[in-house]
Nanobody, 125 residues
Framework: QVQLVESGGGLVQPGGSLRLSCAAS????????MGWFRQAPEKEREFVGT????????VYADSVKGRFTISRDDAKKMAYLQMNDLKVEDTAVYYC??????????????????WGQGTQVTVSS
C-alpha cells in the first residue's frame, strides 16, 4: 500500500476549472494504477478515471470524457486530475486511489488498495 493525500479542491463556478493533486508516500508507484473516484451526497462512490501502470493509458467515465484529464509523475510520486468545463453535477468529494496491476477491472473500487481522505469539489454559481 501507499499513503495518499489529495489537495486542490474548492468552490468553482460552472464552466470553471480545477486541478486536483494526489501526493503519494511509501512504496514506489511503479506497477500501480492511479485512479480518481468521486462521491456525491447520498450517492455511491463512482469511477471518474484512471491512468494505468504503463504511465500512458487512461480510462475515463463517459460523464467526464473530454473534460477531465489524468496525469502522473512517478518520480515525484504525484497524480493529477485536471477538470475543465465543470458542471454542477460534478460536485462531490473526490478521492485518489492506487492499486497494483491485477485482473480486477480498473473501473471497480476493488482494484485499489490505497485511498486518500478525499477533497471537496463544489460547482455552483
Amino acid at each position: 500500500q501507499v499513503q495518499l493525500v489529495e489537495s486542490g479542491g474548492g468552490l468553482v463556478q460552472p464552466g470553471g476549472s480545477l486541478r486536483l493533486s494526489c501526493a503519494a508516500s511509501g512504496r514506489t508507484l511503479r506497477f500501480r494504477t492511479m485512479g480518481w473516484f468521486r462521491q456525491a451526497p447520498e450517492k455511491e462512490r463512482e469511477f471518474v478515471g484512471t491512468i494505468l501502470w504503463d504511465n500512458q493509458s487512461t480510462v475515463y467515465a463517459d460523464s467526464v470524457k473530454g473534460r477531465f484529464t489524468i496525469s502522473r509523475d512517478d518520480a515525484k510520486k504525484m497524480a493529477y486530475l485536471q477538470m475543465n468545463d465543470l458542471k454542477v453535477e460534478d460536485t462531490a468529494v473526490y478521492y485518489c486511489a492506487s492499486g497494483l496491476k491485477s485482473t480486477i477491472s480498473v473501473l471497480s473500487p476493488r482494484a485499489y488498495d490505497s485511498w486518500g481522505q478525499g477533497t471537496q469539489v463544489t460547482v455552483s454559481s
